[in-house]
Structures are given as C-alpha cells and as structure tokens.
C-alpha cells in the first residue's frame, strides 16, 4: 500500500522552534512537499525535497531523507498565525500525483 | 489577479439529486485536480486531468464523474451514486513539467448532502 504518516497534533509556544515528521511508504517516490492548510481554508504549497537534505525557505526548512524514508517540516520563531495543520505529500509517478498524509494539527500557544 | 474559483462555498442537497461542483482556474495551468477531505483527514484524489479532453481516475473515483472541455474549467459531478458524499470538495491546478509539481487550490466547496 501507499501511505504517508504524521502526528496528529502537536503544541509549542509562541517563539519556539517545532518538528513535524513524516514517514513514507510509495510503491514509486519522487519527492515530498509540505503544504499549510488553515482551518476551512485552501491548502497553500511551502516546500518541495527531491533529494536528501535540508530546503531552507525562510522561517521553514524540510528535510528529506530517502533511504530512511523519512522527512520533516521544521518551522521556527513559532508565530500565532502558524496555528494550521500541516500535509506532508509525496510525489508518487511520472503523472507527478501526489499522495498526501492525514496531516498534523500545529496550535501556537502565546 | 491569477487564481482558482469554486463555487459556492457551501452547498446543500437532498439524497439521491446529482450536483455539480465548478472549479475554474486563470492561471493558464494544463493539469486540474480534484480532492476530497473529511474531517480531521488528509486529501484523497478523486479525478485529475493533465491536459483538455482528457481525465483519469484517482483514488476514490467511485460516484464522481468530469469533464474537461475547456482549459479553464474542471467541473465535478457528485452522482447519487456516491455513498457518503457529504465532504469538504477542492479542486487545484498546477503547471506540467514542473518538478515539485506544486498545486494551488481553490477556496473549496463545502457539500452537505441531507
């Protein structure tokens, strides 16, 4: 089967730095991008790894590591406005579908 | 300005009536998408089209049909086929060729069927 896991929920403090992990199991893989979603409204793109490392965008980075199949979405200087849950998603075909986890629930606490 | 359009942002039905939900899309994007979410849970691909005239299934096709007729417009129709069809409804789009393949979505369409 094809499956993406994530914490369901995860707390931290205005300021704080968080770690949202993702697992992947794909019968293909191509990549993993991160998406914001606020609550009743449209997921937004944050970030694409092809390859293993760490992305830096700002005050997100994720990092990818395939042969673990692993990856992460670290975000920090934690802001209220980052309350959201947060999809790890991953490429799975050439058709560059993708498949997304059931996604973790970040509530920023002042 | 660019951007995906789905209307409208709530819609109520009886059991048994057909409905379709319409996603247009000015971004001059080739491929659309359409997903469905339920509460507390990720995004499952219904239909997807890469190019106009032309659609394939996704995960959870079963009770849904599309159409592709224009570039701009993927509309979906939720049959009375669908078992369980009250959900949250968003359609994306994206450019082709593009490596992270990276979707925007519209607003969403909320669909409660009664």
């Known amino acids: 089967g094809q499956s993406l896991e994530q914490p369901s929920e995860v707390t931290a403090v205005e300021g704080a730095i968080v770690q949202i992990n993702c697992t992947y199991q794909?019968?293909?893989?191509?990549?993993l991008s991160w998406y914001q979603q606020h609550d009743g409204g449209a997921p937004t793109f944050l970030s694409y790894?092809?390859?293993?490392g760490l992305e830096e965008t700002g005050r997100f980075s994720s990092f990818l590591s395939r042969s673990d199949s692993y990856g992460y979405l670290l975000l920090q200087e934690l802001q209220m406005k980052d309350s959201a849950s947060y999809f790890c998603?991953?490429?799975?075909?050439?058709?560059?579908?993708?498949?997304f986890g059931s996604g973790t629930r970040l509530l920023v606490r002042p | 300005d660019g951007g995906i359009t789905q209307s409208p942002k709530y819609l109520f039905r009886k059991e048994g009536q057909n409905v379709t939900l319409s996603c247009e899309q000015n971004l001059n994007h080739d491929a659309m998408y359409w997903y469905r979410q339920d509460p507390g849970q990720g995004l499952r691909l219904i239909y997807y089209?890469?190019?106009?005239?032309?659609?394939q299934k996704g995960d959870i096709a079963e009770g849904y049909s599309v159409s592709r007729e224009k570039k701009e417009s993927f509309p979906l129709t939720v049959t009375s086929a669908q078992k369980n069809p009250t959900a949250f409804y968003l359609c994306a789009s994206s450019r082709t060729g593009v490596e992270s393949n990276e979707q925007f979505f519209g607003p969403g369409t909320r669909l409660t069927v009664l």
């Open positions: 998603a991953a490429i799975r075909d050439s058709s560059y579908k993708l498949i």
């Open positions: 794909t019968s293909g893989f191509y990549g």
């Open positions: 089209s890469q190019i106009v005239n032309d659609f």
């Open positions: 790894n092809a390859l293993d």
